[in-house]
């Protein structure tokens, strides 16, 4: 047995050591009251106990004494889509005779969402599923008590989950032991690169295989100013840069809001903010130099246009990505680029908490009724018709069966095309189009091997001690980030003014907290 297998079983019993054992109850029938509003708490407990399923004795039918339907609110990212309303009805059909409820579907676009998702938690907005993930404020949010501890729901109403997940997703997003969200069924293991035209890489005669680090991108893209000077070599927007954690494989350890990592491709378990990282701060002046010679959109600091949509647009050559099988595919789909785009690794292939927490749903505490959010996350894991229509319309309108797992598109799939499968449930449920790799799920199954487990792997610190330094960085950040990372502004001027105001923040203490919090779970392994 090599090293590298024996870490993985040695990572794996560790994380399943973690999890409850699971009793299978799967097709019970509850026909307990529902809760009423009183009873919605930031602290569940025994409340389950008297949540109500709302379906009759026929075994998932509706029948005269049922409940007046719950409208589930269900609030994520992405663009609204023009037929929206049509795939709530057909939803709403099915949920109908399934749970007894109903869905209302509040896509958020990727601009305002951070902003819109703070006022809602700092209102107590009435919501009751959330997308949310460990680069998103997840650790923040749950935090803030804006999350439902799952565990207990899991097992009454999500048993379809907790057979179908790999049980490290689940034990690798637990905060202090406990679940706060549901992973997405996906890819396990991460890694990043760019995705590029690969049609305009041909036309000017450029051999992409020689690129194996960010260096050697310099050289692609002076090509690119040169020849093509309509055309963007690299584009960058917040949060996308080759700063971001799936590029520099940095372990936040947690939530990637809060200061401190580690390197996931390397052994060092020695906490540090990242202006101390080497690999950090001399890729920020790798992103200068390429911003200085004009390989990087002017606006990068302030422009919110998502990557696909800049793709879209036909004047961009590269964006920054989280790397898996058949991204390049996934996205020629949803900017019509179909045949014109690749991918490049540029980094080595990772599996860190980051990667089990990267997708998941949660379930908000104003929820009027827990019990049918977690039964509809639930199909979303285990019913293939609710998690496909949810992902790509209406069979027929939005796309055409090729056979029982492709689907081709339609004139009219631009009106529902969410391109968010990655969010919601168990993605090898989906269908695959006809322009990707009929072996799509196999190559994800694949690469989920032989990945380099980082040695913070199953560990997510807990922030509650630290919390005003925490809030007071988070600002910090919102000042010089997205500038540096995008290589807006001289580093050897702002750099040193961003670490200043961090320390004052407190960020140095907010580091030793996680330092000390990470040991203690070492030495217990």
């Not at 203490?509 to 203690?520: H, T």
Request: proline share 4%; charged share 25%.
């Amino acid at each position: 047995m090599t090293r590298k297998v024996s870490h993985l079983i040695r990572a794996r019993m560790l994380l399943l050591s973690c999890l409850f054992l699971i009793s299978a109850c799967s097709n019970q029938t509850c026909t307990n009251r529902p809760l009423k509003n009183s009873e919605s708490s930031m602290t569940f407990g025994n409340k389950i106990e008297s949540a109500s399923i709302g379906l009759g004795d026929s075994g998932g039918g509706v029948n005269d004494d049922t409940p007046t339907a719950y409208t589930l609110k269900f609030v994520y990212t992405g663009s609204p889509q023009k037929d929206e309303e049509e795939i709530e009805a057909a939803m709403n059909a099915y949920l109908l005779n399934k749970i007894n409820a109903k869905i209302d579907l509040i896509p958020i676009d990727w601009g305002p969402w951070d902003d819109k998702i703070n006022l809602m938690v700092a209102s107590r907005e009435k919501v009751d599923i959330l997308f949310t993930a460990q680069w998103n404020k997840h650790a923040v949010n749950v935090s803030k008590g804006a999350f439902l501890e799952i565990d207990e729901l899991m097992e009454q109403y999500g048993q379809g989950i907790l057979q179908s997940l790999d049980p490290v997703f689940l034990a690798g997003a637990k905060i202090n032991g406990k679940n706060y969200a549901v992973p997405t069924n996906k890819e396990l293991a991460g890694q990043g690169g760019i995705v590029y035209r690969s049609d305009i890489a041909d036309e000017l005669g450029i051999d992409m295989s020689k690129v194996k680090t960010i260096e050697d991108l310099d050289a692609v893209y002076q090509i690119i100013l040169t020849k093509k000077p309509g055309m963007i070599p690299l584009y960058m927007k917040q949060g996308e840069t080759f700063n971001a954690h799936y590029f520099g494989n940095f372990d936040a350890l947690g939530d990637t809001s809060i200061p401190g990592i580690i390197l996931k491709d390397e052994e060092s378990t020695k906490v540090m903010p990242a202006y101390e990282v080497d690999r950090y701060v001399n890729t920020l002046r790798m992103t200068r130099q390429f911003f200085q010679k004009g390989y990087i959109n002017k606006d990068a600091a302030t422009n919110q246009t998502m990557n696909n949509d800049a793709l879209r647009s036909g004047d961009v050559f590269s964006i920054t990505a989280a790397l898996k099988p058949g991204k390049d595919e996934e996205l020629a789909i949803q900017t019509g680029l179909t045949g014109k785009l690749a991918q490049l690794a540029l980094n080595v292939k990772t599996i860190a908490t980051s990667e089990t927490a990267g997708s998941m749903l949660a379930i908000s505490t104003t929820s009027q009724d827990p019990a049918r959010a977690m039964m509809f996350i639930n199909l979303l894991h285990t019913d293939p018709y609710l998690n496909n229509l949810l992902n790509y319309g209406i069979e027929g309108k939005h796309y055409l069966k090729v056979n029982e797992n492709v689907i081709k598109p339609t004139e009219l799939t631009k009106d529902y095309h969410p391109g968010s499968n990655w969010m919601f449930g168990n993605q090898f449920l989906n269908y695959v189009w006809d322009t990707e790799d009929p072996d799509k799920w196999d190559n994800f199954r694949e690469f989920n091997q032989n990945a380099k487990l980082s040695p913070g792997l199953g560990f997510v610190f807990d922030g509650s001690a630290v919390r005003a330094e925490i809030a007071a960085v988070v600002n910090v950040d919102r000042q010089y980030q997205t500038a540096l990372e995008t290589g807006s502004v001289d580093i050897d001027k702002v750099l040193p003014e961003y670490t200043e105001k961090l320390k004052a923040a407190g960020i140095e203490k907010i580091v030793a907290e996680k330092q000390a919090q990470f040991d203690q779970f070492l030495a217990s392994k």
